[in-house]
């Protein structure tokens, strides 16, 4: 298995390589650098170098795999995949491409950003880099692949990127919103008679007015905590012993999103589109 994985992977290394839309990943990550890191200035602090950087791993990585994923879905390939005893090994492949790829063009901005006018970075600090950047870049990448054809099933993409939307949308919920909502909704019911409705909605309205932050905020804010873990965690200079499992958590999102990836793919009906 892993070698017909890898033989995928140099394959797809070649094509993006080959591509134009490989030279156009290089010309963004030399723009990136420019912009973002202008060797004109002076060194950049720590934290910053580590953000920005690890900022560009999602970024990069989503735009890769879309182009990963709409080759890998071209009927060119489709030798590959009558070849393959399971259609997983042919997602992976997709994946690990994707991971490759990103890891390089982020590790040639952090070079150039480190020899010109870099920060110093201290041993500690490096060892710390790794979790902070690939963590959120598999993540990326598991999104991505919802979003292409090639795994997308009916609406599936509709529904995750939707509900992902409302779980954005749910950290803004304020007591007062849900509030006003939950009374709207109990005046609705006793104009239509819905007596059954009336008192658990009113009940809900006045805990949601009286009570302490929104609950749709503080579930949809605890999907999100990994993110703002490893922000304050940089910014301070130190992982607390909480804060150190967040990029574990956004790996269980990205196995989480993968699984579900391949179960897409490997029970849809697969058509592939002519290059």
């Not at 990326?140 to 939707?162: E, K, N, P, Q």
Request: aromatic content about 12%; overall charge neutral; charged content about 10%.
């Amino acid at each position: 298995m892993s070698q017909r994985i890898r033989v995928l992977v140099s394959y797809f290394l070649r094509r993006l390589g080959g591509s134009v839309s490989g030279a156009l990943y290089v010309l963004f990550t030399m723009g990136y650098w420019l912009i973002l890191f202008n060797p004109q200035q002076q060194t950049p602090d720590l934290d910053y170098f580590i953000l920005v950087t690890g900022l560009f791993g999602p970024i990069i990585a989503f735009l890769i795999t879309l182009s990963l994923s709409n080759w890998a879905d071209q009927a060119i390939n489709y030798p590959f995949l009558v070849r393959l005893p399971s259609r997983v090994e042919y997602l992976t492949a997709v994946l690990l491409t994707a991971l490759v790829a990103t890891l390089i063009l982020q590790l040639l901005l952090a070079l150039l950003a480190i020899i010109f006018h870099g920060p110093d970075l201290t041993l500690t600090s490096t060892l710390q880099i790794p979790p902070l950047w690939i963590a959120p870049v598999i993540l990326s990448i598991t999104l991505a692949m919802h979003a292409s054809d090639l795994v997308s099933s009916g609406w599936s993409r509709v529904y995750i990127f939707g509900l992902l939307a409302i779980f954005l949308f749910g950290q803004n919920i304020s007591n007062d919103g849900l509030s006003q909502a939950l009374t709207g909704f109990s005046r609705y019911a006793a104009n239509q008679g819905w007596t059954a409705l009336l008192n658990p909605l009113s009940s809900w309205a006045n805990s949601a007015a009286n009570g302490g932050p929104s609950i749709i905020a503080r579930i949809t804010g605890a999907l999100f905590w990994p993110f703002n873990a490893i922000a304050e965690a940089v910014l301070n200079g130190a992982f607390t012993g909480t804060q150190a499992i967040a990029p574990a958590i956004l790996l269980l999102y990205a196995t989480i999103l993968f699984i579900l990836a391949a179960d897409l793919f490997v029970n849809k009906d697969l058509i592939l589109t002519e290059a």
